[in-house]
């Protein structure tokens, strides 16, 4: 599928993606990570708002998806509705996924993390890379969340089953009234984990394609358990 969307990568000494970050709010020596994706068409400030309300005992990053749409404006991959679905732009897709296991990577060796404790999550299509990246990079991450999101049938091939993608911890959450990605796609997910032998905690809110508070707090609490 052809896009006009731009990649952005930051180069030199910065970081592979633009990104705001709120330090721990505590004196941990070594505090958790936890990364923020957002959807499409959105930016790192969609996701950086909950930052007040999550962990203090955590660094808590709100990342940039690479390409642009529009100013402000950006995605993680182009794509396209049909009565069909929606056709991913899968190049894009996959050269985020690898973008963003390398964002990580950057972020745990420039902040003193406690490497146990890093986690990756996101809202629609920033649920959708937090699947991608952490069901295929597993041993690296002590937990994901999805929110409104999907598994993408182009990442399955390359979910190896074993013990270290079984002590992931999944949070998936999704709005039974969502009417641009249906809460089916959260159902088949959990299905495919279980199968994997994965238990994820799973909650469905009367909710359209939004977040709630309700979710944030259910969220904010599965963190703080980890």
């Not at 963003?100 to 420039?110: K, P, S």
């Not at 990246?133 to 993408?152: D, E, H, M, N, Y």
């Not at 249906?182 to 994965?198: C, D, F, H, K, W």
Request: charged content about 25%; aromatic content about 10%; some cysteine.
């Amino acid at each position: 599928m052809k896009s006009s969307y731009k990649y952005e990568a930051t180069k030199g000494e910065q970081l592979i993606l633009k990104y705001k970050l709120r330090e721990p709010l505590t004196d941990a020596a070594n505090p958790g990570l936890l990364v923020l994706l957002h959807g499409v068409g959105g930016n790192e400030d969609n996701m950086f708002r909950l930052a007040a309300s999550l962990p203090e005992d955590m660094i808590i990053v709100a990342a940039r998806a690479p390409y642009t749409l529009k100013p402000d404006s950006y995605a993680w991959f182009g794509v396209q509705f049909s009565p069909e679905g929606s056709i991913i732009n899968a190049e894009q897709a996959e050269k985020s996924r690898t973008v963003l296991n390398l964002f990580v990577n950057q972020l745990t060796e420039r902040f003193q993390i406690d490497k146990t404790r890093v986690y990756l999550g996101g809202f629609s299509q920033g649920g959708i890379m937090s699947y991608s990246v952490g069901l295929t990079f597993a041993p690296k991450f002590a937990g994901i969340f999805c929110l409104s999101g999907r598994l993408l049938k182009e990442v399955r091939p390359m979910i190896k089953s074993g013990p270290e993608i079984r002590d992931l911890k999944v949070f998936i959450a999704h709005g039974t009234d969502d009417r641009v990605l249906s809460v089916n796609y959260a159902r088949e997910a959990m299905a495919y984990l279980q199968e994997l032998g994965i238990y994820p905690e799973y909650h469905e809110y009367q909710m359209p394609h939004s977040m709630e508070q309700q979710e944030i707090d259910d969220l904010n609490r599965w963190l703080r358990c980890g």
